[in-house]
């Protein structure tokens, strides 16, 4: 995987970035369920897991929270009611 | 099902040496990834699974 400077993407590349990777973690779990002890396949979860992380922080602190209900935190003023919310263009 | 009608149903698959259906699926080995961007597209991450449906195929066939 190429190593992007997450924090030169624009908002909607952001986005991208975080769904291809969450989509990869999803494959890659349900991979994992029925072969737990194949470890290449443990080594692409963990490196998608960590690069999605880096993403969703990135896009966090430029761009405000992707949650609520206390999975990401907020600056001051509350930023969830701010527009545009994550899934808003 | 009774248990006695269960019987009875077994009974008449061994006589007539019918054999009850059987489900099995092959080990998926992990071989390749498509590139992330690719994958979201295709719906898959994985090259061995990607079999999409297409017209053309089914009427080769018929």
Redesign the interface.
């Given at each position: 995987m190429q190593e992007l400077d997450y924090e030169e993407l624009s908002r909607e590349e952001l986005k991208l970035q975080i769904q291809e990777l969450e989509f990869a973690v999803i494959e890659l779990n349900l991979f994992l369920d029925t072969h737990p002890t194949n470890q290449k396949a443990l080594m692409d979860y963990n490196m998608f897991s960590i690069e999605l992380n880096k993403t969703k922080n990135v896009y966090q602190k430029k761009y405000g929270p992707l949650t609520n209900f206390g999975y990401a935190l907020s600056s001051y003023p509350w930023k969830w009611v701010e527009s545009p919310w994550p899934w808003e263009e | 099902m009774s248990e006695l009608n269960k019987e009875m149903v077994y009974e008449d698959l061994e006589t007539e040496h019918i054999r009850l259906p059987k489900v099995y699926v092959v080990?998926?080995p992990?071989i390749d990834?498509f590139p992330?961007?690719e994958?979201?597209k295709k719906g898959?991450?994985?090259p061995n699974l990607y079999d999409p449906y297409m017209a053309k195929m089914v009427k080769n066939k018929c």
């Open positions: - | 080990n998926q992990y990834r992330l961007p994958a979201l898959t991450i994985f």
